[in-house]
């Protein structure tokens, strides 16, 4: 009896929102699995040399939540782009450590301490005069180190204003850079390396470059990428993050976003200079798209750094969908995500999502959807595009309501392939 109230409620649902009812039923709603990490992983990704993902994997009925072992701890991922960063992230460890076992490092690092000490105990005593005699020694940098100092919310993943004034953070995104690693990564183990690195290297006497050509395996270590996402890649290594703010605060307000919304936007901490600026490049890609500042407004309900780096792949994704696949017309809010619509009047969801289940969530989302099609502007076709893919039973429910699937996007949308498989 309670399965036949919940079908007859669903309907009534469907009903009320203006879509037909849906052919399945909310008791075939499955549970998260558990899955195993070497049915669902490429090689590279499940073992090498320095790290190892556990076989246990718990999907939360969107994202993977993996486990991976090191010889430098134990960490977690959540999704397979995580897992990527992460074992990237791991390989370049393995690289700073024999970089600090080299006895020139040591000795640069002990030079930098004591090159840095006096600086250090200077702007602690008295902060207020040594700022004003750093700003007026920089010419051209003080508004650079206004901005920084008294400017837009710095994100959590930012070294502290210090380092920004003295330089040292502009030598820790080069050192970053050259090891092809996020310099605002929360990897803590990563930041620790990061920052003994960049101090030797912030003293002038390490010559890293020169170091990494003679340590095995280095050579290999940065991570290539191409096109738009190379070019972003480059400026959030090469600009300090309070001009990576002003930059996109430019941007979202010549995009017509206003400027209430852009300000809460670029004061909100859980976004690093990098997912901020990723996410507002891709905006501007799509030339044309309307309602773009759905993506801001959605931003400003972000709570952690899982949630703004979905989001911000997400544009990612729906930028390339817009180069590769067709152009976007605009976007549309539902529940706390977006879809889009083409200009050939096709409705599309673009997710970085690992393993979809047929959840309530899932369920929601389409209900919703389906009152699309009962309007007289209904989409011609449907299309769900997800970085990784669906269980057998969210496929089989998507393709019943005439949804196309399109699997393991990233080959598509990032290539210069036309279909994904």
């Given at each position: 009896m309670r399965r036949i109230a919940k079908s007859i409620l669903t309907a009534a649902l469907a009903v009320l929102i203006g879509g037909a009812a849906p052919a399945w039923a909310a008791g075939d709603y499955e549970q998260p699995p558990v899955l195993a990490a070497s049915q669902i992983l490429p090689k590279e990704l499940l073992n090498g040399p320095h790290h190892e993902v556990a076989q246990r994997v718990v999907n939360d009925g969107i994202f993977n939540h993996y486990t991976v072992n090191s010889k430098y701890g134990q960490f977690k991922a959540v999704g397979i782009t995580a897992l990527r960063k992460l074992v990237q992230e791991i390989k370049a460890i393995e690289i700073m450590v024999r970089v600090e076992q080299d006895k020139a490092f040591a000795k640069s690092f002990e030079d930098s301490g004591k090159r840095t000490a006096g600086g250090f105990k200077s702007l602690a005593k008295d902060p207020e005069k040594t700022l004003k005699g750093a700003a007026a020694g920089v010419g051209s940098l003080f508004d650079r180190a206004g901005e920084s100092l008294f400017g837009s919310q710095r994100s959590q993943a930012e070294g502290s204003r210090t380092e920004d004034l003295i330089g040292f953070s502009k030598t820790k995104r080069e050192v970053a850079e050259k090891f092809g690693v996020d310099v605002y990564s929360a990897n803590q183990v990563l930041q620790q390396h990061l920052d003994k690195i960049a101090w030797a290297e912030y003293s002038g006497g390490l010559g890293l470059a020169a170091a990494l050509t003679v340590i095995p395996g280095a050579a290999g270590i940065a991570v290539s990428a191409t096109g738009a996402t190379r070019l972003l890649n480059d400026v959030v290594a090469t600009t300090p993050p309070p001009d990576l703010r002003r930059m996109n605060r430019e941007k979202l307000l010549a995009l017509g976003v206003?400027?209430?919304?852009?300000?809460?936007?670029?004061?909100?901490?859980?976004?690093?200079?990098?997912?901020?600026?990723?996410?507002?490049?891709?905006?501007?890609?799509?030339?044309?798209?309307?309602?773009?500042?759905?993506?801001?407004?959605?931003?400003?309900?972000?709570?952690?750094?899982?949630?703004?780096?979905?989001?911000?792949?997400?544009?990612?994704l729906h930028a390339a969908y817009d180069q590769k696949i067709a152009k976007i017309k605009s976007f549309h809010p539902v529940a706390r995500i977006l879809y889009a619509t083409t200009v050939k009047g096709d409705l599309v969801l673009n997710l970085p999502a690992d393993y979809i289940i047929w959840s309530p969530r899932v369920g929601d989302v389409l209900r919703t959807l389906a009152s699309k099609q009962g309007m007289a502007a209904g989409p011609k076709g449907k299309q769900v595009w997800t970085v990784g893919r669906l269980s057998p039973l969210a496929a089989k429910n998507l393709k019943a309501q005439d949804w196309t699937i399109k699997q393991h996007s990233e080959s598509a949308l990032f290539s210069h392939q036309k279909e994904a498989k």
């Open positions: 206003d400027r209430d919304t852009t300000n809460l936007f670029i004061n909100n901490p859980v976004f690093t200079p990098r997912e901020q600026t990723f996410l507002v490049g891709s905006l501007e890609a799509m030339k044309g798209a309307a309602n773009r500042a759905l993506f801001i407004k959605v931003a400003l309900g972000v709570q952690n750094r899982t949630q703004a780096a979905f989001l911000s792949h997400m544009a990612q």
